[in-house]
Nanobody
């Protein structure tokens, strides 16, 4: 049984920083692409950033230059460093990973962590 568990969300003032973590656990052979999504109230879920197991990254235009995605393959963990936060970054942040197990490849989601940017 594979689980993704996010942490690091909270309340922060505009201009502040937060670091999100997402750890995968279970009977994992390997992890390919890992991504962060977010969903703001009343809006659709959107891709924030992604990273391959080789370290290649991509970002939504709205977060380029402010957010940095990274991963620790030994710990099966992906991070999202968020700097210069804006009120419009307020959302529930979800991690997503393409994971290979004995049953083959599947896409897994975490339960989400809430980020609120407000003064």
């Amino acid at each position: 049984q594979v689980q993704l568990v996010e942490s690091g969300g909270g309340l922060v003032q505009p201009g502040g920083s937060l670091r999100l973590s997402c750890a995968a656990s279970g009977s994992i052979f390997s992890i390919d692409l890992m991504r962060w999504y977010r969903q703001a109230p009343g809006k659709e879920r959107e891709l924030v950033a992604g990273i391959t197991n080789g370290g290649r990254t991509n970002y939504a235009d709205s977060v380029k230059g402010r957010f940095t995605i990274s991963r620790d393959n030994a710990k099966n963990t992906v991070y999202l460093q968020m700097n210069s936060l804006k009120p419009e970054d307020t959302a529930v942040y979800y991690c997503n990973a393409h994971i290979f197990t004995v049953d083959g490849p599947s896409l897994y989601w975490g339960q989400g962590t809430r980020v609120t940017v407000s003064s």
